[in-house]
Structure formats: structure tokens, C-alpha cells
């Protein structure tokens, strides 16, 4: 087999950085920042979920007309802004503007909530044009930890009821005589299937349900009764290989559209089939590119004898073609106990499962310490609660409680101590207080305008404190009204401390254009300078035009700042720091999360002085306790959890959980002054 020889000359070399792009399939394009979220115990991001569905959907289903999968962004743009279903209904209705989705037999909608994923399958929505067969029409939640999501499926309820008047009746107008009854009776099924058994593989389960359901297309035709029980389906299915499984597709596939090319990565971590000692990547060109097998692991040729070299790709015709082949790649030994193997991807084999220097084989270079994934230390919640004689008091510096009495329970409770009942945590003796953030406009000029008993509950209990601002996603909502409000509730009553959170936010979960954030960011800060109050800033992959604005606005380098959510790198929080000393960097439970490297090691960097806890609940659910005890039965975190925050980062300083919990409370009173 003729290869192009990588050492030739470099006329053919494709240089890809972090954002570069390996493939491009239909609507779906995966970088190699995302081919990296296969590494190891890393959340899977939205290509890698969105690709290996549009993959699954395109290779495993026989009419790929009857089912509807929607991306990973339908369910965020459905849930993100307005609470009123109509409007929420309006925002996405551009989706399926050619698509008459009740004539499909199945709709999948992939939903990531705070890192973990799931799906809601519609099955039969065709059967919901017919009175009669309406009935054949149901939920399936398809989620690998049992969390019931009551929220996410009456979200996609009222959805489809919108959508049903729109595309069936011609007019959202009105409410016609049983429509809807018709959509509160579609019944959600939470069948038996395998369950995941680690905190980080809920996306890699989510693709193996979509794929096992797609080559299993009988399942379209079963009633709920049938479907309770799906676990036989999963018979013979390794979920723990499915990393590398998706990871060499997508190297087959990189391999394909890159024929006659060397792809030279620039950043030192390579990621490859071939590298040779120059550190070049030869994804050599083929004389012709293997067929992609159509079984789960995709590493050789769905062909009985005809099999394909991991490290070079070279496809051999039967077994001992292929083992005089890997006598091409020299033997090679382990420097760390001596022993050999016949290969490279043996030897990175080993060093994974022996001696744990990489997270996993689908790597190309070795994750040391430095550059790669942390070894994260676990911590046991229970060691501290048994010692609660000893252990400093809990103050959790940002939550939203208004957004999990609105948008996690499935009834709002009439008071605050309702909450607390429905809730124990809440009042455990530990818990000092917290500062809970109002960052929607239209939901707080209610709650803090009329007389609203729960609100009003939960700001008369002490310890409590608030802080009230426009965030992003909500930047199109601020008026001068708004502003007028903001400043008469942040002058007149002593329990608002902040103005917050407030900032730039360019990822794809925001549809705000960046002039109405400018806008709206540089508004709020003027008013807090005015009245003289702390700032928390919400800034996420806008580093440069916050520090832009910041610096036309002449915000003081001393004034006190909350820089709310930290993820990103060691250097970005470095100059950070040193841009504003006064300011004071926040940490929340996705400091658990294992590969959330960035994030651990600014942990491990950052200066006591400049640490606060926060929980950001009903967001990021607590991931490292080995425990158990401290878990919390719904599906949404609590103020309380700031402790498992200060025993991550304590365990990843090697220092005691009070340094924690002591040095943030001393920088919660310096910045808001309570």
C-alpha cells in the first residue's frame, strides 16, 4: 500500500491549533478542543453529543425521515429567558420552520443541565393528530442517574402543545375545547436500562441509549407498557469502551477527509493515529479508506479477516498479514517498570491502566501533572459533620433560591419555612446564610414590587442577603424602569448588598448580541460606582471586551469585585488579580468535577485572601464526596453544598477544610460587607 512518507517534505503539512477544525459531518464540526473532552473522565461537551447523534441517526436508523433529533442548543434556547410558554414556544419556533415534526414517530431532544446529560424521547408524536390514537403517544426519559426531571419535561409539554397549535391547528390563538387535556394526559415513561456508576460518563450513556434505540427501530412501534423494561437491549453493550470507540471514529473519519495530508498539532499535545520522532502526525493518505463498521466499537473492519492498525491505520486482509505488520512498529519499554510491548498504543495502554500517567488510550501524548488532568483528590463530607463541634460555620457567597423555587420544584412552596421543611439542609446548623443573586428582571421587579410571601419569608430570615442586577442572558431586558428600581431597592433596603451578577457572556448558551450586553453591563456598573456598592461579575469567553469596557469605564483597580464562577486557566486568574487586587474570585462545586482542570488548578493557585465559596444552586451538583451521606435527593444543589467546595479545594491544597471556610467568610465580609 503506497503512504505518503511524512519525512518527504512538508508542502502537505496541516497545522491545527486548540480551535482547529478535524471533521466536519452534515451540520456537525468537531474541533480538537472537543475531541478532548473524550480524555479520560471529562464531560462530553456538545459537538462530541451532537456529532455522535447526527452519526448514530445517519448509520443506524433505516428511514432517517421518521425521527427528528434536535441539538443539544434547542432545549438550551427553549429554557434560557422568558418563563411564559408562549414566548418560550416563539423563541424556538425557527427550528422546525420547514419540519412538521408531528409527522415523525420520533423526536430526541438532548439536554445538558449544569455538565450532565440526558435525553427526552417523544415517541409517536404523528399519533397526536388523531383523537384516537393519541393515546400511543408518550415520554420516554431517557437519564442515566434516575433523576425524575419533572421540570425539563414540562418545559417540553408545553412545547409541543404550542407547537400543536401552530402547526396543526394554523393559530396559537385561543385554547380549543380539550387540547389541553389531550397534552397533560401524555404519559412519561422512566424505563429500566443500565445505569451509570461514576459522576462523569451521563454523556457517553446518553449516545449509547440513542444508538442502541436506533438499530432497535421495532421500539418505535411498542406502547409504554412494552418499553418499561429496556435493559435486555443493552445485553452485550461496554459502555466503558465507548470513549475510545467514538474517539477512533472520529480519527477514521479525520483520516478520510485529510487524505494526503500530515496534521501537525501546535500546542504539544497531540492527538493522532501516527507520531513519528519529529513530532509530526502523519494521517497518511490511503489508496482507499476503510469502510467505517457499523458495530458499537468502531476500531477494526466490520469485515471478519480484514483488520485496521490503531497506530497507522494500515488495513491488513486477515490476521497474519496484520501480525507481520506490527513488526513494523518496533518494540518499546516502559520507563517506568521496564516492561515491553509490541507498540506505542500498548505502551500508552499500560502507562493508563498501570501506572495512571494518562487519563486514557485515545491520547496521543502523555497528561503529566503539569499539563494534563489532576489526579483529584475525593473527600468524605461525613468525617466533617461527625466533627461539626470543630468546624467553622458555612456561608455560601452566590445562589439564585428564586430560580429553584421557580424552575426545580414541582410546586412553589407558600413561605420560606415551607422550603426549609421540604428541605432539611436548608436549616442545618452549620449553614451561617447566603447571598442569593436576582439576575431576571421580569421575575424580581415582581417579587420585590408586590407583596410576594415566599420572597418575602426567605429575605426576613437571618443570615440571608441579596444582591439584584441584569445578567447577560437577560441584557435585551433592561430599561431605564428597571434601573430606577435597581437603584431605589439598593438604597433602601440594607439586606440588598451587590449589584449582580453582571457582565459579557459570548458562549453559545447567550442569543444577547454584544452591543446590548456592552450596554447593559456598562449601565449597571455606573450605578453601582454611583451608589458606591460591590460588584459580581459574570464573564464567560469574553475576557477581552470586559477588560476593554472596563477600562473605558475607569472602574477603580480597588473597588470590590466578585468575579463570579471561575473557569478558566491559572494565567487568565493571575491577571485578573492583578488588574484588580481588591477583587475576590469565586469557586463553585464544579471544582468537583473530574477533568475540570482548569478550574482545579486555579484552586490550587489561588491565594486564600482572594477565595470566596459559592454554590451557584440550583446549578452544579456536588461530585467528589465518597460518602454519600451529605447527598442531596433532588436533582438540584443548595446553598449547604458550599462545604463540599471547601473540603475539594482544601483536599486539593492539602490543607484543613477550615482554612477554607474561615478564609472566605473573612473575604465575604471585606467585599459585601456583612
Known amino acids: 500500500m503506497n503512504r505518503y512518507d511524512p519525512l518527504s517534505g512538508s508542502n502537505n503539512v496541516k497545522v491545527l491549533s486548540e480551535e482547529s477544525t478535524m471533521l466536519s459531518m452534515n451540520s456537525s464540526i468537531v474541533r480538537v478542543i472537543d475531541y478532548k473532552t473524550l480524555i479520560g473522565s471529562q464531560w462530553l461537551n456538545d459537538e462530541i453529543v451532537n456529532f455522535y447523534m447526527n452519526y448514530s441517526k445517519s448509520n443506524f436508523l433505516k428511514d432517517e425521515s421518521e425521527v427528528l433529533i434536535f441539538s443539544s442548543q434547542f432545549f438550551q434556547s427553549l429554557n434560557t429567558g422568558s418563563l411564559d410558554s408562549e414566548k418560550r414556544h416563539l423563541k424556538v419556533s425557527r427550528w422546525t420552520k420547514k419540519i412538521n415534526i408531528f409527522e415523525k414517530k420520533l423526536i430526541v431532544i438532548p439536554i445538558a443541565d449544569n455538565g450532565h446529560w440526558y435525553s427526552i424521547y417523544i415517541m409517536r408524536p404523528d399519533c397526536l393528530v388523531s383523537e384516537e390514537d393519541a393515546v400511543r403517544s408518550f415520554f420516554i426519559l431517557m437519564e442515566s442517574k434516575n433523576y425524575e426531571q419533572k ?9 409541543l402543545y404550542y407547537e400543536y397549535k401552530c402547526k396543526v391547528l394554523g393559530s396559537i390563538v385561543g385554547d380549543p375545547e380539550g387540547l389541553s387535556k389531550k397534552f397533560s394526559n401524555i404519559k ?11 459522576n462523569y ?14 438499530k432497535n427501530e421495532s421500539i418505535l412501534c411498542c406502547n409504554i407498557a412494552e418499553l418499561d423494561d429496556l435493559t435486555h437491549f443493552f445485553i452485550g453493550i461496554d459502555f466503558d469502551s465507548k470513549r475510545e470507540s467514538i474517539a477512533t471514529l472520529i480519527r477514521l473519519l479525520t483520516l478520510n477527509q485529510n487524505k494526503g495530508k500530515i496534521l501537525k498539532f501546535s500546542n504539544g499535545n497531540v492527538l493522532s493515529l501516527l507520531e513519528n520522532h519529529s513530532g509530526e502526525i502523519g494521517l497518511a493518505a490511503l489508496d482507499h479508506c476503510p469502510q467505517l463498521p ?11 479477516t480484514e483488520m485496521v492498525c490503531k497506530i497507522c491505520s494500515f488495513v491488513a486482509k486477515n490476521k497474519k498479514n496484520f501480525k507481520t505488520h506490527k513488526l513494523v512498529h518496533s518494540s518499546v519499554t516502559c520507563n517506568v517498570c521496564n516492561a515491553e510491548f509490541v507498540n506505542d498504543y500498548s505502551l500508552k495502554m499500560h502507562l493508563t491502566r498501570k501506572h495512571k500517567l494518562v487519563e486514557s488510550p485515545i491520547t496521543d501524548t502523555l497528561f503529566l501533572t503539569e499539563s494534563g488532568p489532576l489526579d483529584v483528590p475525593s473527600y468524605n463530607i461525613e468525617l466533617f459533620l461527625t466533627r461539626k463541634s470543630n468546624l467553622e460555620l458555612v456561608f455560601d457567597s452566590h445562589c439564585h433560591m428564586d ?11 407558600h413561605s420560606y419555612e415551607e422550603f426549609v421543611a421540604m428541605y432539611p439542609l436548608m436549616s442545618h446548623p452549620l449553614l451561617e446564610g447566603f447571598i442569593t443573586n436576582f439576575i431576571q428582571p421580569k421575575t424580581w421587579i415582581k417579587y420585590l414590587s408586590c407583596a410576594d410571601h415566599l420572597i418575602e419569608s426567605l429575605l426576613e430570615h437571618p443570615g440571608v442577603y441579596f444582591s439584584i442586577g441584569v445578567h447577560p442572558h437577560f441584557s435585551d431586558d433592561l430599561t431605564p424602569e428597571i434601573l430606577n428600581k435597581m437603584e431605589f431597592v439598593l438604597m433602601s433596603n440594607p439586606k440588598c448588598v451587590a449589584v449582580g451578577e453582571i457582565g459579557l457572556d459570548l ?9 446590548t450586553q456592552i450596554f447593559a453591563f456598562r449601565k449597571q456598573i455606573e450605578l453601582a460606582l454611583k451608589i458606591g456598592k460591590p460588584l459580581i461579575f459574570h464573564i464567560r469567553d469574553a475576557e477581552n471586551e470586559a477588560y476593554q469596557l472596563l477600562a473605558d469605564i475607569k472602574l477603580p483597580s480597588d473597588w470590590p469585585i466578585h468575579r463570579h464562577c471561575w473557569n478558566s486557566s491559572v494565567g487568565c486568574m493571575s491577571k485578573w488579580i492583578e488588574k484588580f487586587p481588591n477583587s475576590v474570585v469565586g469557586f463553585t462545586p464544579n471544582v468537583t468535577i473530574p477533568g475540570a482542570t482548569n478550574v482545579q488548578r486555579s484552586a490550587i493557585k489561588i491565594p486564600l485572601s482572594k477565595l470566596v465559596l459559592e454554590t451557584d444552586a440550583p446549578y452544579f451538583l456536588p461530585r467528589g464526596d465518597i460518602s454519600n451521606t451529605f447527598h442531596q435527593v433532588a436533582n438540584f444543589s443548595i446553598p449547604m453544598n458550599a462545604l463540599h467546595v471547601a ?24 467585599i459585601y460587607r456583612v
Do not use: H, W
Open 403 to 413: 430560580f429553584i423555587f421557580d424552575r426545580k420544584l414541582q410546586s412553589r412552596p
Open 294 to 304: 457499523s458495530a458499537v466499537n468502531p476500531i477494526v473492519n466490520s469485515s471478519k
Open 507 to 515: 458562549s453559545s448558551k447567550n442569543g444577547v448580541n454584544l452591543n
Open 201 to 214: 460518563d451521563c454523556g457517553i450513556y446518553t449516545l449509547v441509549y440513542l444508538e442502541v434505540i436506533s
Open 151 to 159: 421540570y425539563s419535561i414540562e418545559i417540553i409539554r408545553e412545547y
Open 647 to 670: 473540603a475539594q479545594i482544601a483536599a486539593l491544597k492539602r490543607c484543613e477544610v477550615n482554612d477554607m471556610l474561615l478564609s472566605s467568610r473573612d473575604n465575604i465580609k471585606r
Open 188 to 198: 412519561t415513561l422512566r424505563p429500566q436500562k443500565p445505569i451509570q456508576n461514576n
